[in-house]
């Protein structure tokens, strides 16, 4: 079974790693680290033979803008996408139970997920950190005794962490949609069958004329598509003009063709940024 290499956004463990690897299941992963997203985009550009897993949204954080326009200035194209549960825990040195524990170290956005959990343990001091898995992984290398890092569960086990306490965010409907990217080189070999394909992601300037969204929306209604999400961006340099980010899901993708067609002259530099397979799962 050829290997999959994937890049990812954060270290070894982190939640990308996690996702990868649930996505592509019983596949031999390989999981190419990278500090940004940019580099990460950087790194796809200069070699077709890779892929990308790429969290495009979050259902407390919502859309991570940056990401929408790193896909949009790219070539790549979306081959699929994955919602995963994020679910924290607190992990320590084996050894070591909560009562041991002066500070808590984690990414600024968990250690905000997890408020509440934190708020019952006042004698621990939030310190924050570049990674949830980096977290894990400082702890582990330096035998810091006294910390506790909060991670997934993945990262926990992958350092030799003992987790504490399970399932500590606050909010258990936190959930990140991925999407999976690829070069057009290796794309088609990934997209799954027309017949399976029921979900599009595509960008859209609109002219500056009063409706120019409503006629989109009326066409995308007359040929029974629906629009999933709609992301609106300012275009820098173009006062009051907006780009549109769209994600469709659809039973038909001849209807769905159909539609694209209908609208392409009422909008402007319209480009799919992938056709793929609606990510059921959100357990």
């Known amino acids: 079974m050829q290997n999959k290499r994937v890049t990812i956004q954060g270290v070894a463990g982190c939640y990308h790693d996690a996702a990868a690897r649930m996505y592509f299941g019983s596949e031999d992963v390989t999981t190419l680290p990278c500090d940004s997203f940019e580099e990460m985009f950087e790194i796809l550009e200069n ?5 990308g897993i790429l969290a495009i949204e979050n259902t407390i954080a919502g859309s991570l803008l940056q990401n929408h326009e790193l896909l949009r200035k790219s070539h790549l194209r979306i081959v699929g996408e994955f919602k995963m549960r994020i679910s924290h825990t607190l992990a320590a040195l084996p050894g070591q139970s909560i009562d041991d524990l002066s500070e808590v170290n984690s990414h600024p956005m968990a250690l905000r997920q997890c408020e509440q959990f934190l708020h019952r343990h006042p004698n621990l001091k939030k310190i924050e950190k570049f990674d949830t898995a980096g977290s894990a992984k400082e702890i582990a290398e330096q035998n810091l005794t006294g910390h506790g890092a909060i991670c997934g569960e993945y990262a926990a086990g992958l350092y030799g962490l003992n987790i504490l ?9 936190n959930f990140t949609r991925f999407l999976i990217i690829a ?26 004329t009063k409706g120019a969204l409503s006629k989109v ?41 159909q539609a694209i067609d209908a609208v392409r002259p009422l909008i402007n530099d319209l480009r799919v940024l992938g056709e793929y397979a609606e990510c059921k799962n959100e357990i």
Request: proline share 5%; net charge negative; charged share 25%.
């Open 165 to 173: 306490e399970r399932e500590i965010e606050t909010n258990k409907r």
């Open 183 to 208: 070069d057009p080189l290796i794309a088609n070999e990934m997209a799954p069958q027309e017949s399976m394909i029921d979900k599009a992601s595509i960008v859209f300037t609109l002219p500056h």
């Open 47 to 51: 070699d077709a033979s890779l892929i």
């Open 217 to 257: 929306l009326t066409i995308l209604t007359f040929y029974d598509i629906n629009m999933s999400k709609i992301q609106s961006m300012p275009i820098i340099g173009r006062e009051w003009e907006y780009r549109f980010y769209v994600d469709v899901t659809f039973d038909s993708f001849v209807r769905y063709r």
